[in-house]
């Protein structure tokens, strides 16, 4: 497990549930915060979803400080195209176009308490970015190869 970017994220984490006014819902874990911003969420709904502008950022603040290299839980790497292809995590977790069968996405709406529901510590999905996601799924999952697909946790 990567030490640096999980202790950022902790600190970020932090930050970000003093500054949310839902913090007294019953979850066992915070509510998260939307990563995109609202003009970029309404991109994602009314035109393709882009995978550097609109999935990136959600994999970046929410999976890949787990989901990365190094650690590979569940041994899925998302921390690039070629990452997600070696580790099975596109054709078996993301399923391009039938996002009833991608796991990625039915594991990350299963209730929030649950045990295997993603991510399993800290800050939640939150429902938006997982439509952005399952949009990006359905319309086939393009994650560019090389740079432009590159996911890194937040610094
Ligand atoms: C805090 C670390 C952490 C974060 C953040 C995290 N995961 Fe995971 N993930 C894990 C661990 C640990 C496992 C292995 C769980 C198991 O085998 O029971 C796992 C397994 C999975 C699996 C496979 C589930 C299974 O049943 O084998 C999927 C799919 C997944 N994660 C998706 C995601 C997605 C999508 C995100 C971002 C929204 C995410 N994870 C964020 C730690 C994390």
Redesign the pocket.
Known sequence: ?NAKP?ST?TALFLLASCQSPSSSESETRPPGTTVLSPSALATARSQPVDFSAHVKP??AA??????NQE?Q????D?SSQAAALRTG?IGL?IVPGIPDQS???T??TSAPAH??A?????EQ?TPE?LSV?RKWVAEGADWPSGKAGLVSPPN
């Open positions: 497990m999980l994220f959600i994999l929410k999976c890949v400080m787990c989901h650690a839980p569940g041994k899925m998302l995590a977790w796991l990625l996405l594991k990350t045990l295997k993603m991510p399993p510590v800290g999905i970015e996601l």
